[in-house]
């Protein structure tokens, strides 16, 4: 049984940074992108970062180019989300994901449902202006 542990998230002022970071455990995901989607009230589940196994690839949405930088440590069976300037609209339930298969693309893993994959039970960032 693969479970997908995430933490890191907190309350922080806009202009602050926060790491999260999303522990593996019952077996290795070998060959698995990794990604991080959030979800902020009444919005959407919404695809933020998603990384290649070997961390060749890196997709990042728009709104957080520039801001967020997404690697992992398949050592540690652990992907990171760096998040810096953060904003108001940042505020979100972050979730760690990893798809059904292994060898999706990180781009691909956009299309992913809640009903599909893997998925953490995800972790509260709350920014202030």
């Known amino acids: 049984q693969v479970q997908l542990v995430e933490s890191g998230g907190g309350s922080v002022q806009a202009g602050g940074s926060l790491r999260l970071a999303c522990a593996t455990s019952?077996?290795?995901?070998?060959?698995?992108?990794r990604g991080w989607f959030r979800q902020a009230p009444g919005k959407e589940r919404e695809f933020v970062a998603g990384?290649?196994?070997?961390?060749?690839?890196?997709y990042y949405t728009d709104s957080v180019k520039g801001r967020f930088t997404i690697s992992r440590d398949n050592a540690k069976n652990t992907v990171y989300l760096q998040m810096n300037s953060l904003k108001p609209e940042d505020t979100a339930v972050y979730y760690c994901?990893?798809?059904?298969?292994?060898?999706?693309?990180?781009?691909?893993?956009?299309?992913?449902?809640?009903?599909?994959?893997?998925w953490g039970q995800g972790t509260q960032v709350t920014v202030s202006a």
């Open positions: 994901a990893a798809p059904q298969k292994p060898w999706t693309t990180a781009q691909a893993m956009g299309t992913m449902t809640p009903q599909g994959g893997y």
């Open positions: 019952g077996r290795t995901l070998f060959g698995y992108a």
């Open positions: 990384i290649t196994w070997n961390s060749g690839l890196l």
